[in-house]
């Protein structure tokens, strides 16, 4: 498949109360934790809507992983506002 045919993955960006919750995770729940954001960055609906607002919260629960984020108007950036592992 050519590359003009392939779906992108948006950029990631953590905010500052998310690194700060980054920096306490363990080797294995950032590992965790990256795997949900890739899957995120290739498709930032996965999460289900918080009611009233912009945010999407994402959990998969077989790994553990909470995430609240929101995706730019032209869908090439995902924020991440919260992580949980």
Known sequence: MSPEHTSRR???V???????QLEKLTASET???DRAIVAISVNPELGT????????DYV???DGIRVIYYVTALR???IVAYVEA
């Open 49 to 56: 809507p918080v009611p009233d607002t912009l945010l999407r």
């Open 10 to 12: 948006s950029q990631v």
């Open 31 to 33: 590992h965790r934790l």
């Open 76 to 78: 090439q950036i995902t």
């Open 14 to 20: 953590l905010v500052e109360p998310a690194l700060s």
């Open 60 to 62: 998969d629960d077989i």
